[in-house]
């Protein structure tokens, strides 16, 4: 039985933000047992450090080709993958887990670290091989601080100060839109047509991305398809193979099972029922992945500038901040208005909820008359002299 896996996604710093997809938290316990998690492909790249725990085992699909060997006797691990291909294996756990995994964008090892991806795909093992004792310096650092929330600023200090120390190589080649908007796209797009739009040649773009990503646009469309396949299947049981097929641009159903046995050398429905990857219980919600457990206001605004222009939003900023005060009590009062209600009464915790909600029912009453008040007043005076008198 897989344990329940908590999952907390973090929205990087500005600056990381064409770099660093999310930072993501991992919390489970699997007690006694071992838990085995299947490393399928994979077009990520990622760096997991353990938090106050150890990597118990690591169990490969084939024995004549170990691609990571766990060190029971050194410190806690801190591992690297690079872009899988194929199912290379287990991760086993054992015990009380925390993790902290940076996703990386398509491009964004290459820019901050400066290493090639193609020197990494298919391989995973200790990130100090591939970036010195930097990043232990980092991971001891980290295990000396008791929230993870220090742990998520340490680590983002870390990848600026890599950033900024590096010399950009290319100044703008399109490469790094180019990967993003296939994500958009979840790997249903031409080729051809790609390397059109962002003007280069279909020659340039295969081998400016296999340096900058790792492998060529049309192998990562594939292993991205797949990927949404799989995810699409675990968290939506009830829909078909083949519905999910026709829907991100699959032949047909066949299609789609040539690609599983590929990457996972077992067809969708063996691969569902015997090694998929664990079901994970997002604390926030998942479908935007990006949300900013630090600092909510920074990431309602950077969600806005999204969808508003240019031109419109300082002065949309300046309206909402004024407004603020008063619709953030608001806010609260309905949260909590609609939480009493949706509750049931025998609920151990009814009485608290009862009392928030005329806790901030007061709060913006009070925003209401420091807001309007005076202008009410002012407007009305005699209404001014009948709230005293019936005060007293």
Same mark, same amino acid.
Request: aromatic share 16%; proline share 6%.
């Given at each position: 039985?897989?344990?329940?896996?908590?999952?907390?996604?973090?929205?990087?710093?500005?600056?990381?933000?064409?770099?660093?997809?999310? $930072?993501?938290?991992?919390?489970?316990?699997?007690?006694?047992?071992?838990?085995?998690?299947?490393?399928?492909?994979?077009?990520?790249?990622?760096?997991?450090? $353990?938090?106050?725990?150890?990597? !118990?085992? !690591?169990?490969?699909?084939?024995?004549?080709?170990?691609? *990571?060997?766990?060190?029971?006797?050194?410190?806690?691990?801190?591992?690297?993958?690079?872009? @899988?291909?194929?199912?290379?294996?287990?991760?086993? *756990?054992?015990?009380?887990?925390?993790?902290?995994?940076?996703? $990386?964008?398509?491009?964004?090892?290459?820019?901050?670290?400066? =290493?090639?991806?193609?020197?990494?795909?298919?391989?995973?093992?200790? /990130?100090? %091989?591939?970036?010195? %004792?930097? =990043?232990?310096?980092?991971?001891?650092?980290?295990?000396?601080?008791?929230?993870? /929330?220090?742990?998520?600023?340490?680590?983002?200090?870390?990848?600026?100060?890599?950033?900024?120390?590096?010399?950009?190589?290319?100044?703008?080649?399109?490469?790094?839109?180019?990967?993003?908007?296939?994500? %958009?796209?979840?790997?249903?797009?031409?080729?051809?047509? +790609?390397?059109?739009?962002?003007?280069?040649?279909?020659?340039?773009?295969?081998?400016?991305?296999?340096?900058?990503?790792?492998?060529?646009?049309?192998?990562?469309?594939?292993?991205?398809?797949?990927?949404?396949?799989?995810?699409?299947?675990?968290?939506?049981?009830?829909?078909?193979?083949?519905?999910?097929?026709?829907?991100?641009?699959?032949?047909?159903?066949?299609?789609?099972?040539?690609?599983?046995?590929?990457?996972?050398?077992?067809?969708?429905?063996?691969?569902?029922?015997?090694?998929?990857?664990?079901?994970?219980?997002?604390?926030?919600?998942?479908?935007?992945?990006?949300?900013?457990?630090?600092?909510?206001?920074?990431?309602?605004?950077? +969600? +806005?500038?999204?969808?508003?222009?240019?031109?419109?939003?300082?002065? !949309?900023?300046?309206?909402?901040?004024?407004?603020?005060?008063?619709?953030?009590?608001?806010?609260? !009062?309905?949260?909590?208005?609609?939480?009493?209600?949706?509750? &049931?009464?025998?609920? &151990?915790?009814?009485?608290?909820?009862?009392?928030?909600?005329?806790?901030?029912? $007061?709060?913006?009453?009070?925003?209401?008359?420091?807001?309007?008040? %005076?202008?009410?007043?002012?407007?009305?005076? @005699?209404?001014?002299?009948?709230?005293?008198? /019936?005060?007293?």
């Amino acid at each position: 039985m897989q344990p329940e896996v908590y999952t907390q996604c973090i929205l990087p710093h500005p600056l990381l933000q064409p770099y660093v997809r999310r $930072f993501v938290i991992r919390k489970f316990d699997t007690g006694d047992c071992e838990f085995p998690k299947p490393m399928i492909a994979d077009h990520e790249m990622t760096i997991t450090f $353990f938090l106050h725990c150890k990597l !118990f085992e !690591f169990t490969p699909f084939n024995k004549d080709i170990i691609p *990571y060997t766990v060190n029971k006797h050194g410190i806690a691990e801190c591992c690297f993958a690079g872009i @899988q291909t194929s199912t290379k294996g287990f991760v086993v *756990y054992k015990g009380p887990t925390t993790l902290l995994t940076i996703h $990386f964008k398509p491009t964004g090892f290459f820019h901050i670290f400066y =290493i090639s991806p193609k020197e990494i795909v298919d391989k995973m093992g200790d /990130s100090k %091989n591939i970036l010195s %004792n930097e =990043i232990l310096l980092l991971h001891e650092q980290m295990q000396e601080l008791n929230k993870i /929330s220090d742990c998520v600023i340490l680590l983002e200090n870390f990848l600026i100060k890599k950033l900024i120390s590096q010399k950009p190589r290319y100044k703008h080649t399109g490469i790094s839109e180019a990967s993003d908007f296939l994500i %958009n796209k979840k790997g249903m797009y031409c080729i051809k047509q +790609l390397a059109s739009d962002y003007n280069m040649t279909v020659q340039t773009l295969e081998v400016q991305f296999t340096e900058q990503v790792g492998i060529d646009p049309k192998y990562f469309s594939r292993i991205l398809r797949f990927n949404t396949a799989v995810n699409t299947k675990l968290y939506n049981p009830l829909k078909s193979w083949t519905d999910i097929a026709y829907t991100l641009g699959y032949y047909d159903q066949a299609h789609l099972i040539k690609d599983f046995k590929e990457f996972t050398l077992l067809s969708p429905r063996n691969f569902m029922t015997t090694i998929h990857p664990p079901f994970e219980n997002f604390q926030e919600n998942p479908d935007d992945g990006l949300i900013c457990i630090k600092n909510k206001e920074q990431t309602l605004i950077l +969600l +806005l500038r999204q969808h508003i222009p240019l031109k419109i939003f300082p002065h !949309f900023i300046k309206i909402a901040a004024r407004f603020f005060p008063l619709l953030k009590p608001f806010v609260q !009062f309905l949260l909590a208005f609609i939480t009493c209600f949706t509750k &049931k009464f025998t609920d &151990k915790f009814a009485i608290l909820l009862i009392g928030r909600t005329i806790i901030h029912l $007061f709060r913006f009453a009070f925003m209401l008359y420091i807001r309007f008040g %005076n202008l009410f007043f002012h407007y009305f005076p @005699q209404s001014h002299f009948f709230i005293i008198r /019936s005060i007293r």
